[in-house]
């Protein structure tokens, strides 16, 4: 049995805090289960079908729109899934996402981008790097680029690790 109760309080404490916030959002910087057996079946949680609609649950809960950072042991579903790809396509859907990167309009030219790891079988050096693919680098300059703050944009860049590496 899975044990989150200080999870489930300290979301009670946010949804009170963010209770009169005018568009709050709730993002999550990756990493939503335990990369070890929490559901006595003898396979890893983290990067699960369970693992994502428990995610999902928990942060539907919030009340808030939300989007995901994804963390490395996001795809860490071995037991579940032959291939990152496979792995990413579930997170995906039971997340509700279209790309493993997001940008949400929260406030007057104020911005939330979130860009994700897509790699963790097939991560060049090891596992526990994050690996953020071409595509979304591309798509992460050009929403920069097209978000100038000489124009009054305010950008918030969530990811699951230093950017800078």
């Not at 037991?79 to 309009?105: M, S, V």
């Not at 911005?111 to 897509?118: A, D, F, K, M, R």
């Not at 991560?123 to 693919?133: G, L, P």
């Not at 929403?143 to 124009?151: K, L, W, Y």
Request: a negative charge; hydrophobic letters at 35%.
């Amino acid at each position: 049995m899975l044990r989150a109760d200080d999870s489930y309080t300290g979301r009670e404490h946010f949804r009170s805090i963010i209770a009169d916030a005018p568009r709050p959002f709730t993002v999550s910087l990756g990493d939503l289960g335990e990369s070890k057996d929490c559901t006595q079946t003898q396979q890893l949680f983290s990067g699960t079908t369970p693992c994502f609609e428990l995610a999902r649950d928990y942060l539907d809960g919030f009340g808030t729109p939300f989007d995901a950072v994804g963390g490395n042991h996001d795809l860490e579903g071995i037991d579940e899934f032959a291939t990152d790809e496979e792995n990413l396509e579930a997170y995906l859907r039971i997340l509700g996402k279209e790309t493993p990167q997001f940008c949400h309009e929260v406030a007057h030219k104020t911005l939330v981008v979130g860009i994700s790891s897509t790699a963790f079988r097939t991560a060049k050096y090891t596992s526990h790097e994050v690996c953020v693919d071409a595509e979304q680098l591309a798509w992460f300059e050009e929403t920069i680029a097209s978000h100038r703050a000489e124009d009054g944009w305010k950008i918030f860049v969530f990811s699951h690790a230093p950017i800078i590496g």
